[in-house]
């Protein structure tokens, strides 16, 4: 009797989700609790492993398609034993065959050229023909049949159309669903531009000293560790303290009432392999620079790999995004509703500012703090940004606590 392989439950509210890649084709063989296919919610992507080992009987929701929670996305046949693992070179007979799919960009360019997909090799999942794939192989198919340029004559003839333009190829558009997840950054992108009354505020920060702090103690942090010392760590401790002393910026407007809260929970943007995602430090106020630098790369390690938990994106008082790794020199960042502020990082550039009545240059970085102008009025704003000054500028006043 064929297993069921379903959506599983990913978090409160959500009911459907998005197929992603199959990791197993039909036909492959499998063990239990190994990946078989990624799903996407609004909020993460996951991967639902095997409930027992067998082999993949039909799949039944293709990717990209649209799953509810409890649907069968295919069926799955049991094992007898243990499965083998996979051998490198199967003998012929024990291949499955391989359904050639040919993506609905790739059709357009084939049909378009009168050339036949029999011959294109797929580099997509499972084979798939991509765009790029039936490209290449027109063009190899017009470098074949164009014939031996004509002698010179004493008149050029006149110059032929490019071939870019001949072919139409640059012109062509491909229309691709949104993920859930980009859906969802978009929806609350424009909530929190339309349901608050946002506004920016400015301010530059001289990072020699936390640059020179970085520079004396990061071998000996990296050993014991096993993490660099990076920027982020001091920025969190530095919002902890900024936050208690504004604590407008920790707190969110709910109906006609403000709640303030006594914790730090900070969200740190991270740019994931499918977007943009806001996992969370809990009880920063308590976390060491070497937890919060710990957190924050295990974050980013499995944001890359699609791999942050549910929970790990829910809540958080406040944000922390550093536009500066891609190398952004001054940005108005978004708030994440229903927060009240967000601290925008940005590059680390040299620049001459004027110290003591001398002209010098320092690496300067710019910061900005959106903030949510029901709740946080502009002296509020302003005293947050210098006190993170002051304390990246001297950051000895973390551990003195002053």
Same mark, same amino acid.
């Given at each position: ?11 409160e509210s959500i009911t459907e989700v998005q197929i992603g890649a199959w990791l197993k084709s039909e036909g492959s *063989?499998?063990?239990?609790d190994e990946p078989l296919v990624s799903i996407e919610s609004e909020k993460a992507t996951l991967e639902v492993p ?73 580099? #997509? ?40 333009? *001949?072919? #139409? ?22 909530? *929190? ?7 920016? +505020? ?39 303290? *900024? ?31 499918? #977007? ?55 940005? +108005? ?56 000054k002051e304390i990246i500028e001297n950051p000895v006043r973390i551990l003195l606590e002053v």
């Amino acid at each position: 009797m064929p297993i069921e392989l379903k959506v599983p439950s990913v978090g409160e509210s959500i009911t459907e989700v998005q197929i992603g890649a199959w990791l197993k084709s039909e036909g492959s *063989a499998f063990q239990k609790d190994e990946p078989l296919v990624s799903i996407e919610s609004e909020k993460a992507t996951l991967e639902v492993p095997a409930p027992a080992a067998g082999v993949v009987s039909k799949i039944l929701k293709q990717k990209g398609q649209v799953a509810k929670v409890g649907e069968v996305v295919a069926l799955l046949e049991a094992a007898s034993g243990s499965v083998a693992p996979a051998v490198t070179n199967p003998p012929p007979s024990a291949v499955a065959p391989v359904e050639r799919v040919v993506m609905p960009a790739a059709a357009r360019v084939l049909s378009q050229a009168q050339a036949g997909g029999e011959d294109v090799q797929g580099t #997509g999942p499972g084979g798939r023909i991509l765009k790029e794939d039936a490209q290449r192989h027109v063009e190899t198919l017009r470098q074949a049949s164009v014939p031996p340029p004509p002698l010179p004559t004493s008149r050029p003839a006149a110059p032929s159309a490019p071939a870019s333009l *001949a072919s #139409g190829s640059s012109r062509e558009e491909e229309a691709v669903p949104m993920s859930p997840l980009r859906r969802t950054i978009a929806r609350r992108l424009v909530e *929190a531009q339309n349901t608050m009354a946002m506004l920016t +505020t400015f301010n530059e920060i001289d990072m020699s000293a936390v640059m020179q702090l970085r520079k004396t103690h990061q071998d000996a942090f990296m050993a014991k560790y096993q993490v660099k010392l990076g920027f982020m760590s001091f920025f969190v401790k530095a919002a902890v303290d *900024a936050l208690r002393l504004v604590p407008q910026l920790n707190a969110e407007i709910r109906g006609n009432e403000i709640l303030y809260r006594n914790y730090q929970d900070i969200g740190v943007a991270i740019g994931g392999g499918k #977007g943009l995602v806001v996992p969370v430090l809990r009880g920063a106020e308590r976390l060491s620079f070497a937890e919060v630098e710990i957190g924050v790369n295990e974050f980013a390690k499995r944001a890359k790999e699609n791999k942050i938990k549910m929970e790990e994106l829910e809540g958080g008082t406040f944000t922390i995004s550093n536009g500066g790794v891609y190398g952004s020199l001054l940005s +108005t960042p978004i708030i994440n509703p229903p927060q009240s502020g967000i601290l925008g990082l940005h590059t680390i550039q040299d620049r001459p500012v004027a110290i003591d009545g001398q002209v010098v240059i320092r690496p300067m970085m710019y910061v900005a703090l959106s903030y949510d102008h029901r709740l946080v009025d502009g002296r509020e704003a302003v005293t947050f940004l210098k006190r993170i000054k002051e304390i990246i500028e001297n950051p000895v006043r973390i551990l003195l606590e002053v």
